[in-house]
């Protein structure tokens, strides 16, 4: 690693209800843009599914998310599953889980510091293939990795406490893969607070179109259609062996409402 460069984790939180080719692609995106800065070298990338509490409808079980994206990144040699947010009683909210990943960080660089290496594969989260710091250099920062559709989460009123979006945006930064029709830079310019923070967003655009989403792989398996070549082979052959996405399982968490909705309608009452 070139000494004078920033080591970086990239973080992706969401369902991964399934994981999906897109989502794995995202992260080669992600580290060719962020080491053509000349300012980063991608140490790592961690894929972070949010726990049953999320309340999300369709959402399988959090066992089933992460079994299935174990399988799609046994070809990675640099990106890995995280379980932690998942086995969460309640939803986690994205900054928290950026805080104890930048803890957890923080510890594996003062231990590899200190040659500890046997406490380091001890460690209760650290993803097994991140690259460790050299002795004498710094943490890895962390950033949000995201699709441009995510930008407009921001947006929804009630989904996100304004000091989280700051926190998200101006302490540690986002990296955003452009995809399908959608304006990630027109959503920093309508929003004062990403704007602020423009240099801290790295925008990436995907010349090799690709539109699969979680969303489409879930109906296409619901009317017993091929998803080959949309999501691994072995994340197919476990949806068949657990029988996921069916039409029942389309109704898990119907009428719920999202749990940080739900969460920040209470915080908002109490106030």
């Known amino acids: 690693m070139a000494t004078h ?16 080719n897109q ?4 992260f080669e995106l992600a580290r060719d843009h962020m080491h053509s800065t000349g300012k ?11 726990s049953d509490g999320y309340g999300k409808q369709g959402l399988v079980l959090a066992r089933h998310r992460i079994a299935m994206a174990k399988l799609a990144l046994q070809s990675s040699n640099w990106v890995t599953v995280d379980e932690w947010e998942s086995q969460q009683p309640d939803w986690t909210a994205t900054a928290v889980t950026m805080r104890c990943t930048t803890s957890e960080l923080l510890i594996m660089a003062i231990l590899y510091s200190q040659n500890k290496s ?3 594969r001890l460690s209760r989260r650290l993803p097994h293939c991140l690259t460790p710091p050299p002795p004498s250099g710094p943490c890895p920062q962390v950033k949000l990795l995201c699709g441009a559709d995510f930008l407009e989460t921001f947006r929804i009123p009630g989904l996100w406490q304004d000091d ?11 990296v955003c893969v452009s995809r399908g029709g959608l304006e990630p830079e ?23 179109r690709n539109e699969t989403s979680a969303t489409e792989v879930r109906r296409a398996l619901r009317r017993d259609l091929s998803v080959k070549y949309l999501i ?28 940080p909705l739900a969460k920040h309608a209470v915080e908002s009452l109490d106030d």
């Open 118 to 120: 046997l406490t380091l």
């Open 40 to 50: 980063y070298q991608v140490v790592g990338g961690i894929v972070s599914p949010v």
């Open 232 to 259: 691994p082979d072995s994340v197919i052959e476990y949806i068949h062996q657990h029988k996921l996405y069916t039409q029942d399982s389309e109704r898990i968490n119907k009428g719920t409402v999202l749990r």
């Open 5 to 20: 460069r920033v080591p970086l984790v990239l973080l992706a939180c969401g369902s991964f209800n399934p994981i999906t």
């Open 186 to 208: 027109r959503a920093v310019h309508v929003s004062d607070t990403l704007s602020r923070h423009r240099q801290n967003i790295f925008l990436v655009r995907e010349w090799v």
């Open 164 to 174: 989280h979006v700051e926190e998200v945006v101006g302490r540690f930064g986002l």
């Open 23 to 26: 989502h794995m692609r995202l």
